[in-house]
């Protein structure tokens, strides 16, 4: 037991370097993760909380259940968004709800 001991060390001094290089494939992947799914997903968050934050009265949208109406208004202190979807018909929902702005369309593509 005495003489495996010695072995052991030397063993373990002599492979330090390399433990770097057994972890390299797995940073290596975590990186490429990173870029391609997490700041992606990330920088949309990002983008629906800021348009969910500017929507105003008049706003045209789309919910995540595919209802397209026009805000009719806001109650920001529980989060409720008031949409009109037809004449005399209002529904609220949950700011979380909408899925994104349907933004007017100019002049100029309208004509082609």
Do not use: C, H, W
């Amino acid at each position: 037991m005495v003489a495996f001991l010695p072995v052991v060390l030397q063993a373990g001094n002599g492979n330090g370097g390399s433990s770097i290089f057994a972890f390299l494939p797995f940073i290596l992947i975590f990186v490429i993760i990173y870029f391609l799914m997490i700041r992606p997903q990330s920088r949309k968050q990002k983008e629906t909380k800021l348009m969910i934050e500017s929507l105003k009265k008049g706003d045209k949208i789309i919910t995540i259940g595919g209802v397209i109406g026009s805000v009719a208004g806001l109650r920001d202190n529980d989060g409720i968004v008031i949409i009109k979807v037809a004449d005399n018909v209002k529904l609220e929902i949950t700011k979380t709800a909408v899925a994104k702005k349907i933004e007017p369309k100019s002049a100029e593509s309208k004509k082609s």
